[in-house]
């Protein structure tokens, strides 16, 4: 079925798995042969496990991504931007209705529990970004770091690729705006006002609930809500341009927030706003259907009819111009609230990044080649 699993059969959700956003691999979409759990009654397997026992805890694994390119390009008119950069591919977060999931099917791993526990990151993307930004030609635009996974998500702490990007990103004066659920940013507010003073930056704050509860369970890795309006908070005090994303809002389980997840943006300093309704693309609307039953049982079939209701009778629409703001009378509702809500709380359209400051510095190592041959020449 297109439309997910069929909950109104005998069929039981999985166990939920603590810590984690899905509690299962759903199997990938290139792969022709699929593998299925069975209980061999060895002691350790899930399936032979004791109903209700907790299962045992994953680890988290780290690749390397060798790809020779730091920034990715899109033509997208739904998307601000034309570029982004992603240190990072798969994410420790585990937000359950993470659009990004589907993506992890081309590293020839599942969407579902190989998303935020097989992670692969790009040791060298400093050295290719610095590259690209040389060749003749380049244009600079405003680039999104972390439209796809969060580039603050915890592994961040150890390996610092973000601070690296930023680096090369303030030496060339390029405009960059930042995505996160994750305080972490704050480790690097010091190139950050030094960019926003000049126009070159921007943070926007991911806050989708002001539920903890709801958040555990449905972001369970990522900062709590409180703590991402302190972030909010901290970084207009230090002058640091910040707004707010209430993303995604998913009907009937957290869009009766919106106008209270605004309320407290602007009063945390954040000066702009945004939000999305919820997208459930590929193997995404079973991995969400299956975490409904499983948190919420009473509310799923309730929920899964108002998304139907905004996706044309489907539970995703991925047409230009639909798939972040859907369509029918509930999705224009939410945008009136949005539009109302932003005013009030005087969360206007964020000001443009500048481009103009965008200047190639003196490459280091191409001096040191020239002393070099210099000195080879007196041989």
Not at 316 to 342: C, E, K, M, P
Request: net charge positive; charged share 25%.
């Amino acid at each position: 079925m297109d439309q997910g699993m069929n909950w109104e059969a005998t069929v039981l959700p999985p166990p939920i798995r603590r810590g984690r956003g899905v509690s299962e691999n759903l199997p990938n979409r290139f792969e022709r042969a699929a593998t299925e759990p069975f209980d061999d009654g060895w002691p350790g397997d899930p399936e032979a496990m004791p109903a209700g026992a907790p299962l045992p805890p994953l680890a988290t694994t780290l690749t390397p991504d060798r790809s020779r390119s730091a920034i990715s390009r899109n033509q997208s008119p739904d998307l601000g931007f034309d570029r982004a950069i992603n240190p990072y591919r798969g994410c420790e977060h585990g937000c359950v209705y993470c659009y990004a999931r589907p993506s992890h099917a081309y590293l020839g791993w599942s969407p579902g529990l190989d998303f935020e526990t097989r992670l692969t990151f790009k040791p060298g993307i400093a050295a290719l970004l610095e590259r690209e930004l040389r060749r003749p030609g380049y244009e600079a635009r405003p680039i999104a770091l972390g439209s796809n996974t969060d580039p603050y998500q915890p592994v961040d702490r150890t390996l610092a690729l973000t601070r690296q990007v930023l680096e090369v990103l303030e030496r060339f004066g390029h405009p960059v705006s930042i995505v996160t659920k994750s305080a972490g940013v704050l480790r690097d507010a010091d190139i950050l006002r030094r960019m926003s003073a000049r126009g070159l930056a921007r943070v926007w704050l991911s806050v989708t609930t002001l539920d903890h509860t709801l958040a555990r369970s449905m972001e369970p890795r990522a900062a709590a809500p409180h703590r991402r309006l302190q972030a909010v908070e901290q970084l207009a005090r230090e002058g640091i341009a910040a707004g707010v994303l209430a993303a995604p809002m998913i009907p009937g389980l957290n869009d009766a927030e919106l106008e209270r997840i605004l309320e407290a943006a602007a009063l945390a300093g954040a000066d702009a706003a945004g939000y999305t309704l919820l997208r459930l693309p590929l193997e995404l609307r079973t991995l969400f259907e299956t975490w409904l039953h499983q948190h919420y049982p009473q509310r799923a079939a309730h929920v899964l009819s108002l998304i139907r209701q905004t996706r044309d009778g489907q539970l995703n629409d991925s047409r230009v111009g639909q798939r972040f703001t859907g369509q029918g009378a509930y999705a224009a509702l939410l945008a009136q609230r949005f539009a109302v809500a932003s005013r009030r709380n005087g969360l206007s359209r964020p000001a443009s990044l500048r481009c103009d400051l965008f200047q190639v510095p003196p490459d280091p190592n191409a001096a040191l080649k020239r002393a070099s041959d210099r000195q080879m020449a007196l041989f």
